[in-house]
């Protein structure tokens, strides 16, 4: 199955670019040459990876992936698991910690508020969840089955949950609530000595 991530094009773009940012977006000050690095800014994988789900009914566990890596100015730590069944259902879940957080929240909370109007049966409602500390936009293409759903929660990590297979958007949105978001937004200090990989 195709990467259907929405934000991964964000997130390498803006690397490229030069435009990231840290510390709440405020721009990077310049380094002195004998200066000790900053603490890694994220949480790592290991961390957000407890926060995937450990099972979809119907659907077994075909694979787990993370990273915690920085690259230049960027901090990033990724946590995912896929759920399969053949070729004709699959879920993933992915879980973002970067310093380009605060763009990315940016991104989703238009994306989610341009679509506030849109009515509660709408397959592409925004999702306000104040009780998950979450808030996102969903997109559904009827013409191949692909549904996702971008949720910033806790006005820091990406949650990215893709279904194939299933009819609307129901899929993605019950896995995401059956994740323990409300957990994830209060996760904000990184290991004492995190690895990169």
């Not at 195709?2 to 997130?11: A, E, N, S």
């Not at 390498?12 to 000790?36: I, S």
Request: charged fraction near 25%; charge should be positive; proline fraction near 7%.
């Amino acid at each position: 199955m195709r990467d259907y991530f929405p934000l991964r094009p964000l997130v390498l773009l803006t690397w490229l670019v030069g435009t990231a940012c840290t510390n709440g977006g405020k721009a990077t000050p310049a380094v002195a040459e004998d200066a000790a690095p900053a603490a890694f800014p994220c949480a790592h994988f290991e961390q957000l990876r407890a926060f995937l789900p450990r099972g979809i009914e119907g659907l077994p566990r075909t694979r787990d992936a993370g990273s915690t890596g920085r690259y230049g100015d960027v901090s990033v730590s990724e946590a995912e698991r896929s759920f399969t069944l053949g070729e004709e259902r699959e879920v993933k879940v992915r879980i973002v910690d970067t310093s380009l957080a605060t763009k990315l929240g940016q991104a989703i909370l238009a994306a989610a508020n341009g679509a506030r109007n849109r009515a509660l049966n709408d397959p592409t409602a925004p999702i306000f969840w104040k009780d998950k500390e979450a808030v996102g936009f969903v997109r559904y293409d009827e013409s191949n089955g692909l549904a996702e759903a971008s949720l910033l929660v806790g006005n820091r990590y990406v949650v990215a949950v893709s279904s194939r297979g299933f009819p609307g958007t129901v899929e993605v949105r019950r896995v995401a609530r059956g994740l323990d978001l409300a957990a994830l937004a209060r996760l904000d200090q990184p290991l004492p000595s995190p690895g990169v990989q």
